[in-house]
């Protein structure tokens, strides 16, 4: 049991030191980024130059868009992957319950069929569908109209941004 215990403390132990470690060489990281920042040589280094600085400051803000850019990418493909996944369970489901709902309609038209020809009990499910769908179609319409196709709010928080941004103001 001592032993079992033993390992598991090496493990945390080991754990703690990578992470400790990690958190070092983080905080070298920032601390050298944040004295070039501010003008500041690291160790080692001499005064840097304004083109230096600003090259310096470019290159870090081109390696933190790359990185988010990065970020971006895989996170909307992992979303992507899922939601594809569930769009194509989604497709067979409609699938197989248009099926139903046509085996459904010739069960309607054949039991029609038992006070009535069968002619007649297809022409009275095509009559009932065909004014369903109608309906649909109007009020499908209707809410077409009433839709807004364009981001507008988008549209005039752009506007905004760049009326800030614009010199002048």
Sequence with gaps: MSTSTDRFQQTDATHDTEL?????????????????????????????????????????????VRSEIQLAKSEVTSGLKVGGKGAGLLGGAAFLGLLGLIFLLHTLAHTIDVWLPLWAGYLIVTV??????????????????????????????????????????
Excluded: W
């Excluded at 958190?23 to 070039?36: F, I």
């Excluded at 304004?50 to 400051?57: K, S």
């Excluded at 309906?135 to 005039?156: D, H, N, Y």
């Design 128 to 169: 009932i569908l065909l004014v369903i769908a109608g309906v649909l179609g109007m009020l499908g319409a209707k809410a077409l109209k009433k839709a807004k196709p364009m981001p507008e709010k988008a549209i005039r928080n752009a506007q905004q941004t760049v009326e800030a941004i614009k010199p002048g103001h």
């Design 20 to 64: 400790l470690e990690e958190h070092a060489r983080r905080d070298s990281l920032a601390s050298r980024s944040a004295a070039r920042l501010v003008g500041h040589p690291a160790r080692g280094e001499s005064e840097r130059t304004v083109g230096q600085l600003v090259a310096d400051a470019s290159h870090d803000v081109s390696a933190l």
